[in-house]
């Protein structure tokens, strides 16, 4: 998931369908790119990580400047913002013929 991390970018049910994969396969990891918007909701995604015992399977990488190249390295790109006005980052996703 590519985005600033704060409660409008919805990166607490990011970790929820993650949750829900890892329960029935094992061989898969998930990132987190973008900067700490919201110290508050960072504590709160980190902490459901934690509980769920998923800190190796998901990691909080940060920003990124070069997110094209950043496709380059990953097979599906997850988005869970609710209401997207233009989604820079499915169109950059698509582009480099990453799945969203």
């Avoid at 990891?29 to 973008?34: K, M, T």
């Avoid at 918007?37 to 504590?43: G, H, L």
């Avoid at 934690?50 to 190249?69: H, R, S, T, V, W």
Wanted: one cysteine or more; hydrophobic letters at 40%; glycine letters at 4%.
């Amino acid at each position: 998931m590519v985005g600033g991390i704060s409660p409008w970018k919805n990166q607490l049910d990011f970790i929820k369908v993650a949750k829900k994969i890892l329960e029935k396969r094992t061989n898969v990891n998930f990132y987190v790119f973008g900067d700490i918007v919201s110290k508050y909701y960072f504590d709160l995604i980190n902490n459901e990580r934690e509980k769920c015992f998923l800190k190796e399977q998901i990691m909080f990488e940060g920003f990124k400047k070069d997110i094209p190249k950043l496709f380059d390295t990953i097979d599906i790109t997850l988005h869970k913002i609710r209401v997207e006005s233009f989604g820079r980052v499915l169109i950059e996703s698509n582009a480099s013929s990453v799945p969203v």
